[in-house]
């Protein structure tokens, strides 16, 4: 108890899975917690859970794909508890169907990337000139195993590679300036996102080739697997930790 004590922390796509999941355990390790997405009812209810076990939390009602929403968020966050000490940066959606570069529409390479990637650098960008004023902070971004072997439909997998990247440049940015940026990678992880994916939606043809990265008998991970690493990350225990990618998967892509 306690490795966040005082800390203020910023989750997006604190709505479910992942995001809920990080936003009770930083709670619960003492952290001032505001969390935001785009449905105001599913925030709520999170929140309520959050302060039934005795945590602090703000939730935001935000749409991090417009710029002035990912600065009102940080500015909110300000106005409320003076200072952004932790940005993860969850929030993401998925393509429908695992389309490939060949099969790939203009509607879901904008739509993804928008949030997906822009989203976080828009968020990204808002909260380092904070920590930078402050002189210091940990940004986490939730990025993919997709990212990183490119197993998964074009556009997605496009915007987490850039997402790497981007972790990289930020690192980089501010090293030895009190900041640093990490990203985790998760391979497949049971959330209502992944659950409302079926076999019929699926390109088969990028389904098969898939599996070529990735052993189907290794056990998913959980959204708290994926929390409890975020929560590492944002902490002082990491303190040496920056520009880095962690994969995490069970080893299934091994």
Known sequence: MGRLQDKVAI???GNSGVGAA???AFAKEGAKVVISARRQAQLEEVAAKIREAGGEVLPIVTDISKPEAAENLIAKTIEAYGKVDILVNNAGVLEEGL???DRATDEDMSRIIDINTKGTMYCMRAASTKMAEAGGGSIVNVA???GVLGCGGAAYVASKAAVIGVTRHTAL???GKGIRCNAVCPGTVITPMVANAT???MDAD????MAKHADLAVQPCM???VANILLFLASDESRAITGQTIVSDFGSSL
């Open 11 to 13: 989750i997006t796509g």
């Open 22 to 24: 990080a936003a009770a």
């Open 99 to 101: 389309k490939p570069i």
């Open 144 to 146: 993919s195993v997709a």
């Open 173 to 175: 940015r501010f090293a």
């Open 199 to 201: 076999a019929d939606s």
């Open 206 to 209: 990028m389904f098969g080739q």
């Open 223 to 225: 959204p708290e697997d």
